[in-house]
């Protein structure tokens, strides 16, 4: 990683160590929007671990140099340029002060410093802290910080940075200042301030030690009435690090702050995270028991950064799943605890079907195509664009495995270890892994092969049982597949899987398990097999009969497994498969099955017909009162579009939606009445309660309010549908309400119930940013029809008042929900979506190349589908690529090309 600008090609081969290191940094802001000035004093000498450098090179974007000084005395051979600052002839060990000015009110990227609703905020990471002022912007280069904040009080009454406060006090002239320290080191990615008209919601908590805490979550002051879930949700976060892992809240002050301008989720800045206003804002009028989630998560995962990659981070970009993958499986693991705890189980398997189902519908499908990459990444052009599923939710799964191979305990030895080890460092994953498995006394060699091949593992499966010698053998075979280039590229050999396995007798109740070799069955009824080899067999001993084999329990890798189950064995395992997951997955394999037979058949014309025996399997489940609402939302919801055309050889979208609601129409009218009772049965009257156990009969009731909105004649469900829109008291209810009664006008041509509710969610919520984003993403996503396609209703909606492309969430609510979520209408054989999409892609490239580069990944995967499609995506592609500038996008549609 060199210290100059930035190359074409960032290779992980060739990192070096900086040339100089910073020890302390003084910044000091005088905020005004249009010329912010920035001075930055900073204690600099060479590295003695580096090789020796004359010339110290500084990273510098959109910058405009006014001076520097060494030691307080001017300096002449400070050069300015486009990528940065070269400072020549420089001594060993200096102080460095630097002038330099800034425009954040022309800030569009929302990377740096810039200006939202006329306040300031930051957002730093991966590079943007090269738009503040000149710096070694890299993240192995870790220092403390002094922060002053300058501005004029009416304007911007808060001024935050990262730490503690020192001072605050009136300046002349109408003007105040607020200094910040924060004793930590961090790197410069971390840094933050905010400065603005905010209020906020105050908690003083105590840490496990029985030090006092000031937890504040920051908003303006209108959206003061919905920050009380944020803020339980970040005491429920402190009180779970402090009792899973032994980690306190190490600052004064812990802040959270909204801004509705963010390109990401959240940002974990050291001591004061900036969220966008999704993963902040919620009442039950305004929030979804969906939003109320993922408050709680992006809450704990940004929270559990603290340590997670604040106080131990990364040498490098490459290493970004050291911080990231490992704190996505943390905030899974606290989500899981909060809605089961440690024992239910049942509870634990819901968070983690939904989290499988993201993982298998966007890694999977990521990994086999052309920006496939390791966990570990080799190489990149635009950091921005490897904030990936891979990094992140394979990332989480690599993690997860360390704890099914060692227990929860031993887990905890190894994260022990490992921040004794680095507390304070800038290290590696493969230092993660050293302290797992020192802590453990395990060899881990083999397991940095998950780090370093990309693609998705598949595991075929053999079983043979000898009934005379009551043995069963299971033999396991890994690879790639034909498809995973990538996979073949970075191979290395067979990887280390922990292969979680039961075997079902014929009344459905779980076998002993005992190896070969083994003096008797071990406790509990799931055995992890290490896996180890490219084939490997293993033999249970003492089976009494032949069983029925669950595979991969509760996701135990993130692998691809190949069996060949019949249905009925499939529909065994979905009424008796003691492990939650597989129960799912039995139902998830059984529709997967049928749809995509019925798939092929709608693209030849065939007539489309559904067994028998797949409605009774839905109906098993619909009618079984003993499985929990929540798991039978999951289990009775089909496996999406978007997932079942990446399993055809060639995707078809329009043949996947036509066998879909095929499906969904057919179990509506073979299951109306079980659909009704469930309905009536799962209604939560009385006050709003974001629980569990609530959400739970809120989604299976939706559930089959929207499969009742499919029936032949619909009017039934528009009645249940716009009863239930007019007396909702929470947006759960109103929005699924909506959603049923557009796909039941898509189905009939149009509605007048359809139209007045979409015209009264906008009259009651259009001064509700948040909500409005709703109320746009279910208009792109809804079903559309051929004499009323979407795209028409997407464009209209371009121009409508509300709408706004230089923000973010409302750019994702309307382009990528068409885009990335309405397969079928945005796939039309026309090619219209793919001309809107490039429309989209060139117009938010010149504004933000971080969110264009987002959109422009949903054509990456475009030779996968059929020739007429083929044609259409490339064609787009190509017009992209003749036209956009950032290095963000090019990346993206060049690897897609090539």
Same mark, same amino acid.
């Given at each position: ?9 960032? &290779? ?8 100089? $290191? ?175 008209? $905010? ?40 009180? +779970? ?208 092969? +998950?780090? *370093?091949?990309? @693609? ?36 290395? @050999? ?21 190896? !070969?070799? !083994? ?25 009494? !009969? ?46 997967? &099955? ?5 798939? @092929? ?48 050889? !060639? ?59 499919? $029936? ?22 109103? *929005? ?125 995967? +475009? ?13 787009? $592609? ?21």
């Amino acid at each position: 990683m060199a210290d100059t600008a930035t190359p074409n090609v960032i &290779r992980r081969a060739d990192y070096a160590p900086p040339a100089f $290191l910073i020890d302390t940094v003084a910044l000091e802001f005088d905020l005004v929007p249009e010329r912010t000035l920035v001075r930055n004093t900073m204690r600099v000498r060479r590295n003695p671990d580096a090789s020796r450098a004359a010339n110290l090179e500084l990273m510098g974007e959109q910058l405009e140099f006014v001076g520097a000084a060494i030691d307080g005395t001017p300096f002449a051979n400070a050069h300015a340029h486009e990528h940065g600052l070269t400072l020549d002839n420089v001594p060993d060990n200096f102080e460095l002060t630097l002038t330099s000015l800034c425009n954040p009110a022309e800030n569009t990227t929302l990377a740096g410093l810039y200006v939202s609703g006329g306040n300031f905020f930051t957002q730093c990471e991966a590079e943007g802290f090269r738009r503040i002022t000149y710096f070694l912007d890299r993240p192995d280069v870790m220092a403390t910080f002094t922060v002053t904040l300058r501005a004029n009080k009416a304007d911007y009454p808060v001024l935050l940075s990262n730490g503690n406060l020192l001072e605050q006090g009136d300046l002349p002239d109408g003007r105040h200042f607020a200094r910040w320290e924060d004793p930590f080191r961090k790197p410069s990615y971390l840094f933050a301030l905010v400065a603005g008209k $905010l209020v906020a919601l105050e908690e003083r908590v105590k840490s496990g030690s029985g030090k006092e805490k000031l937890l504040q979550v920051w908003v303006e002051p209108h959206d003061l009435d919905k920050t009380r879930h944020a803020m339980d949700s970040l005491i429920n976060s402190i009180r +779970w690090d402090e009792a899973r892992f032994g980690l306190e809240l190490d600052l004064d002050r812990f802040m959270i702050v909204a801004v509705s301008d963010f390109n990401m989720g959240a940002m974990e800045n050291k001591g004061l995270n900036i969220f966008n206003t999704k993963y902040v804002l919620a009442n039950p009028e305004t929030a979804t028991d969906t939003d109320f989630a993922n408050i709680e998560a992006v809450v704990g995962h940004e929270y559990f950064h603290n340590w997670t990659g604040n106080r131990v981070t990364c040498r490098d970009w490459f290493q970004l799943s050291l911080k990231e993958g490992l704190t996505v499986f943390r905030d899974q693991e606290f989500s899981a605890d909060m809605a089961g705890g440690a024992t239910d189980e049942a509870a634990r398997a819901t968070k983690r079907i939904e989290d499988v189902r993201v993982l298998r519908q966007m890694q999977f499908a990521e990994d086999a195509g052309p920006m496939a990459h390791p966990v570990r990444p080799e190489s990149y052009v635009e950091i921005n664009n490897f904030y990936t599923m891979t990094v992140y939710e394979k990332g989480s799964e690599v993690v997860r495995m360390y704890q099914t191979l060692f227990g929860r305990d031993g887990f905890r030895k190894g994260m022990d270890l490992y921040f004794k080890r680095h507390d304070g460092q800038a290290v590696t994953c493969d230092d993660f892994r050293h302290a797992l498995a020192d802590a453990n006394g395990r060899d881990l060699a083999q397991f940095e092969r +998950w780090y *370093s091949q990309a @693609g998705t593992p598949r595991v075929s499966v053999r079983t043979k049982y000898d009934a005379a010698q009551q043995r069963y053998s299971v033999t396991l075979t890994q690879g790639y597949g034909e498809g995973a280039a990538a996979a073949r590229e970075t191979q290395k @050999g067979p990887l280390l899987i922990p292969f979680a396995i039961g075997l079902i007798g014929k009344n459905g109740a779980d076998l002993p398990l005992q190896l !070969e070799g !083994e003096a008797q069955a071990g406790n509990g009824t799931t055995r992890v097999l290490e896996f180890t080899q490219t084939e490997q067999t293993f033999t249970f001993v003492n089976v009494a !009969e032949e069983p029925l084999p669950s595979l991969l329990r509760n996701f135990s890798a993130p692998v691809i497994v190949e069996y060949d189950y019949s249905a009925d064995q499939l529909a065994f395992l979905l009424a008796h498969d003691s492990d939650p997951f597989n129960r799912w997955e039995a139902g998830q394999r059984l529709a997967t &099955r049928e749809l995509l037979t019925l798939a @092929g058949r709608a693209a030849t014309g065939v007539p489309l017909q559904l067994d028998d025996s797949v409605v009774a399997a839905f109906a098993r489940v619909l009618t079984d009162d003993t499985l929990s609402p929540s798991f039978r939302e999951l289990a009775l919801m089909l496996p999406s579009e978007a997932y079942l055309a990446e399993q055809m050889a !060639e995707s078809d979208p329009a043949a996947v939606h036509a066998a879909r609601q095929f499906v969904r129409k057919r179990l509506a009218n073979a299951l109306k009445k079980d659909w009704l009772a469930v309905y009536e049965k799962h209604r939560t009257p009385g006050a709003y309660e974001a629980t569990p156990e609530a959400s739970g009969h809120r989604a299976l009731k939706n559930l089959a309010l929207s499969y009742l909105a499919e $029936l032949d004649d619909p009017a039934e469900a528009v009645r249940l549908a716009s009863a239930q829109y007019d007396a909702a008291n929470n947006m759960t209810d109103r *929005s699924a309400a909506l959603s049923a009664l557009l796909n039941a006008s898509a189905a009939n041509g149009g509605s007048v119930q359809a139209q007045q509710a979409l015209d009264d969610f906008y009259r009651r919520f259009e001064k509700e940013p948040l909500v409005i984003d709703k109320w746009f993403a279910l208009q792109a996503t809804q079903r559309g029809s051929a004499q009323r396609p979407v795209i028409e209703i997407v464009r209209k909606l371009m121009a409508h008042p509300a709408f706004n492309l230089k923000n973010p969430n409302r750019a994702r609510s309307l382009i990528f929900s068409f885009c990335a979520a309405n397969p079928s209408q945005f796939h039309a054989e026309d090619g219209s979506g793919y001309a809107f999409w490039a429309d989209q892609v060139i117009a938010l490239d010149a504004i933000n190349p971080q969110v264009a580069a987002r959109l422009a990944r949903s054509l990456e995967l +475009w030779r996968r589908f059929t020739p007429t499609l083929r044609d259409g995506m490339r064609a787009a $592609l190509e017009k992209v690529a003749s036209q956009v500038k950032s290095r963000d996008v090019r990346e993206i549609v060049e690897k897609a090309l090539a």
